[in-house]
């Protein structure tokens, strides 16, 4: 790695960057998200190769994640805290819970992925599951407690589903002029800021 020229901020402070090295078996066309699982230890990317793609933290390639028709374009976390405890009647686990992945695609489908990249149940059809005749998801944030996913579409409008059960929006979220870019949650899962290709951010608060 090399470094790059040093920058200085309005403060006067310091600081310098690294040039990163770009990792193997790389996708075949653009990369549309990248996300962290929660320990730190793996990182994963969705790519309008229609694969989402799973490395160590120092690069090393794991897995290839395949089910999507379509590109990519959104991915997130789903921590281990947050799944649903197995039901009383369930084989003893001998290793604790894993991190899942989850994904959104043009194929207007979210799915979930463990971390040996295997799908986890099936896929959930979103946006009414018409296919060809919604509007396009952008992107894609499971909130705090892993129950609910939030996306942003091309046509301005941000809904909040099920993360199970995702054909239905609980709440659809109006203010974006043209499409909704990039969606977070808030850390205590009472609000949602949305970035659109309108040049604006804005923030609701959630009550679902």
């Known amino acids: 790695?090399?470094?790059?020229?040093?920058?200085?901020?309005?403060?006067?402070?310091?600081?310098?960057?690294?040039?990163?090295?770009?990792w193997p078996n790389r996708h075949k066309h653009d990369m549309a998200d990248v996300c962290w699982s929660s320990d730190g230890q793996v990182v994963a990317s969705a790519g309008c190769d229609n694969t989402l793609r799973l490395w160590t933290k120092d690069g090393v390639y794991r897995r290839t994640c395949e089910g999507h028709e379509k590109w990519l374009i959104g991915c997130d976390v789903l921590p281990a805290f947050?799944?649903?405890?197995?039901?009383?009647?369930?084989?003893?686990?001998?290793?604790?819970?894993?991190?899942?992945?989850?994904?959104?695609?043009?194929?207007?489908?979210?799915?979930?992925?463990?971390?040996?990249?295997?799908?986890?149940?099936?896929?959930?059809?979103a946006l009414g599951g018409q296919n060809g005749s919604n509007p396009m998801p952008y992107c894609l944030a499971v909130?705090?407690?892993?129950?609910?996913?939030?996306?942003?579409c091309n046509d301005g409008k941000m809904r909040i589903a099920d993360l199970d059960d995702a054909?239905?929006?609980?709440?659809?979220?109006?203010?974006?002029?043209?499409?909704?870019?990039?969606?977070?949650?808030?850390?205590?899962?009472?609000?949602?800021?949305?970035?659109?290709?309108?040049?604006?951010?804005?923030?609701?608060?959630?009550?679902?």
Request: aromatic share 6%.
């Open 1 to 22: 790695m090399g470094e790059t020229p040093a920058a200085s901020d309005e403060s006067g402070a310091w600081a310098s960057g690294l040039v990163g090295t770009a």
């Open 167 to 208: 054909r239905t929006p609980r709440v659809m979220m109006l203010g974006h002029k043209s499409a909704v870019l990039c969606v977070k949650w808030s850390p205590d899962g009472s609000q949602v800021a949305a970035g659109g290709s309108d040049n604006t951010a804005r923030t609701w608060k959630v009550g679902v």
């Open 143 to 152: 909130s705090p407690d892993g129950q609910c996913v939030a996306y942003g």
């Open 82 to 125: 947050s799944l649903p405890p197995p039901p009383p009647d369930a084989e003893p686990q001998s290793e604790p819970p894993e991190d899942q992945f989850v994904t959104i695609a043009w194929d207007e489908t979210i799915r979930k992925w463990d971390m040996d990249g295997r799908p986890v149940g099936k896929a959930e059809r």
